[in-house]
């Protein structure tokens, strides 16, 4: 079974930009969670959508947002980006079920000039 | 969630057994331990969790105490690929990780 993919692996922006990141769950889980990584702050969660609904929410500026589809792929959207956004940006995905063990994807790795 | 705490760096030799400890002092009695390790900025792989019972997979064995206050996990033989950021997170019935800064694991040859 194909793991989570995510695209694109890398991305470059500029200040003021806004960027669109793509998550593919694995096959058959309906839970996707986002989670943003920095040097200075580690791993840390943004949100985590299940049935196109999101269902929890990290401490994040409304700037970062996200959405999931009825095949349960999610793309999460940073709009006008700032310097401290450079990240590694991780999706995750799990069953049905909160609490289901969570399977991580490669990451997007961002960065903003 | 509650929180845990482990040491920040380990070494380890190339074929010994890697045993890489974890304090949860104040879990809740629905809260799991999890561990997940992540190699060089990759995705961070799950390897194994628990919530009494020791459990074991073919990546690691867990043992959590009695007392549910600390838990150890253990690499049986410890390869050059098992260099890692380790984590060890308590969860409870949510989605929502909540990562520490975790053990940085050097194997040597």
């Known amino acids: 079974k194909a793991g989570v993919t995510q695209t694109p692996r890398y991305l470059i922006k500029t200040r003021g930009q806004q960027v669109t990141l793509s998550c593919s769950p694995i096959s058959g889980h309906r839970s996707v969670s986002w989670y943003q990584q920095t040097p200075g702050q580690g791993l840390q969660f943004l949100f985590e959508?299940?049935?196109?609904?999101?269902?929890n929410k990290g401490n994040f500026p409304g700037r970062f947002s996200g959405r999931q589809f009825s095949n349960s792929r999610s793309e999460m959207n940073v709009s006008t980006l700032e310097l401290g956004d450079s990240a590694l940006y991780l999706c995750?995905?799990?069953?049905?079920?909160?609490?289901?063990?969570?399977?991580f994807g490669p990451g997007t790795r961002l960065l903003v000039l | 969630d509650a929180k845990t705490t482990q040491p920040t760096s380990m070494d380890c030799a190339e074929g010994r057994a890697a045993n890489l400890p974890c304090n949860h002092s104040?879990?809740?009695?629905?809260?799991?331990v999890y561990w997940y390790r992540q190699i060089h900025s990759q995705g961070p792989q799950y390897i194994i969790h628990g919530l009494k019972n020791n459990e074991t997979n073919e990546m690691a064995s867990l043992i959590i105490t009695e007392d549910r206050k600390s838990s150890t996990l253990i690499l049986p033989h410890a390869t050059l690929r098992d260099t890692a950021v380790y984590y060890c997170?308590?969860?409870?019935?949510?989605?929502?990780?909540?990562f520490g800064t975790g053990t940085r694991l050097q194997v040597f040859p």
């Open positions: 995750a995905s799990s069953l049905i079920e909160t609490g289901e063990t969570q399977y």
């Open positions: 959508y299940f049935s196109e609904t999101q269902r």
């Open positions: 997170i308590v969860r409870g019935n949510t989605d929502k990780l909540i």
């Open positions: 104040t879990i809740s009695g629905n809260e799991y």
